[in-house]
């Protein structure tokens, strides 16, 4: 049941933002795909694929918890190299935000377009979906293929909105936790 495109930084980096939607643990983790905490500590550093059974359990248990994630859960399955997998989450997705806010830009400018080739886990993320792409378009016009970037592009921010969310949400719970320490 393995495929055949298995990539372990980007793997990690798909796992850990799994981890940080849902704020989980190696321990929460390793509870949901009924496997021992050091199996995700070797499959967060790349070191060991996950099987496709133990990972189909984490995700579904996962996606029980929270369906509008179902994103982060394809991304998962398609960089252990299982596609079929990522496909049923896919499926799964909710439709994106027809009209999302863009985040704001602070005062100065600090965001800018990076015009060099990308490296690390986005690196490795975005050279996997473009030769998927290019794949599946080989008799594509240049228009088309453009079209088809852009659809990636807003995907990609689709899910860098959900993951800055999650974010949001996981510091939420944290400052809460630490004031009822404190308050207790």
Do not use: C, N
């Not at 049941?1 to 983790?29: C, I, K, N, Q, R």
């Not at 079929?84 to 600090?110: K, M, N, Q, T």
């Amino acid at each position: 049941m393995h495929g055949d495109t298995w990539a372990p930084e980007g793997f990690a980096a798909a796992l850990a933002a799994v981890a940080t939607a849902y704020g989980y643990t190696h321990d929460d983790m390793a509870r949901r795909a009924r496997i021992h905490r050091s199996q995700i500590s070797r499959w967060a550093s790349g070191r060991h694929r996950p099987s496709y059974e133990a990972l189909d359990r984490l995700l579904a248990a996962a996606v029980a918890e929270d369906p509008t994630r179902t994103g982060l859960m394809a991304a998962a399955a398609r960089t252990a190299g299982y596609q079929r997998l990522a496909a049923v989450y896919a499926d799964r997705a909710p439709d994106p935000d027809p009209d999302p806010e863009p985040p704001a830009e602070p005062a100065g400018g600090r965001y800018t377009v990076e015009t060099r080739p990308v490296e690390g886990p986005i690196g490795e993320t975005v050279a996997y979906i473009v030769r998927d792409l290019q794949a599946d378009t080989d008799d594509m016009t240049e228009e088309e293929g453009e079209e088809a970037i852009q659809a990636v592009l807003e995907s990609m921010k689709y899910q860098a909105r959900i993951a800055w969310e999650a974010e949001r949400a996981r510091i939420a719970r944290e400052r809460r936790r630490r004031e009822r320490e404190h308050d207790g």
